[in-house]
């Protein structure tokens, strides 16, 4: 974040599974607050965008090869980058969209540009988590899908004929 956002974004810190952006945008006046500037905080919890690597993990168990857990540590790694994405968006959206015009202007984004940033949101936090471990186990295991289509095949046949058994009984 600090070297795409160098004029906003003063530091980054991890505190309790939490990381928090410690920015320059100011905040306007908020009710019971005295007065005074305020920088703006912006806290994630990149815990809600880590669950593909369980579900990934469950994935793998369930199939029935042999060489299973060597493809755990290189499938979790190539999650990495779908995790950043959701949580860089999270911490976008919080600068350009949920705190208000004022730090909106402050960002010198443009309108298309926090438009952008919802649409990564929604993105990183509703699709890629939940696709990504899925995609990735198909790509581990590309013998599966011909399989499932074989086996489907031989089942919707299997189907065809017990019908015209079931039909030449009556």
Same mark, same amino acid.
């Given at each position: 974040?600090?070297?795409?956002?160098?004029?906003? =974004?003063?530091? =980054?810190?991890?505190?309790? $599974?939490?990381?928090?952006?410690?920015?320059? @945008?100011?905040?306007?006046?908020? %009710?019971?607050? !005295? /007065? +005074? /500037?305020?920088?703006?905080?912006?806290?994630?919890? %990149?815990?809600?965008? +880590?669950?593909?690597?369980? *579900?990934?993990?469950? @994935? *793998?168990?369930?199939?029935?090869?042999?060489? $299973?857990?060597?493809?755990?540590? %290189?499938?979790?790694?190539?999650? =990495?980058?779908?995790?950043?994405? +959701?949580? #860089?968006?999270?911490? *976008?959206?919080?600068?350009?969209?949920?705190?208000?015009?004022?730090?909106?202007?402050?960002?010198?984004?443009?309108?298309?540009?926090?438009?952008?940033?919802?649409?990564?949101?929604?993105?990183?936090?509703?699709? @890629?988590?939940?696709?990504? !471990?899925?995609?990735?186990?198909?790509?581990?295991?590309?013998?599966?899908?011909?399989? @499932?289509?074989?086996?489907?095949? #031989? #089942?919707?046949?299997? $189907?065809?004929?017990?019908?015209?058994? *079931?039909? +030449?009984? /009556?």
């Amino acid at each position: 974040m600090q070297s795409f956002f160098s004029s906003w =974004v003063e530091s =980054v810190e991890w505190s309790k $599974r939490i990381l928090g952006v410690a920015t320059t @945008l100011k905040l306007g006046m908020a %009710p019971g607050m !005295p /007065e +005074g /500037e305020y920088a703006l905080v912006l806290e994630v919890n %990149p815990l809600a965008y +880590g669950y593909g690597l369980p *579900l990934f993990a469950a @994935l *793998l168990l369930a199939s029935s090869e042999a060489k $299973r857990w060597r493809k755990l540590v %290189p499938g979790a790694l190539l999650q =990495v980058p779908f995790q950043a994405w +959701g949580i #860089c968006f999270d911490l *976008l959206k919080q600068a350009a969209v949920t705190s208000g015009p004022a730090v909106t202007a402050q960002t010198g984004l443009m309108p298309w540009q926090v438009e952008g940033v919802a649409l990564g949101y929604q993105f990183g936090a509703l699709i @890629l988590p939940a696709m990504a !471990p899925i995609g990735l186990w198909l790509a581990f295991n590309r013998g599966f899908i011909p399989m @499932l289509m074989l086996e489907g095949g #031989c #089942c919707a046949g299997s $189907r065809e004929i017990l019908s015209a058994r *079931l039909q +030449g009984i /009556e």
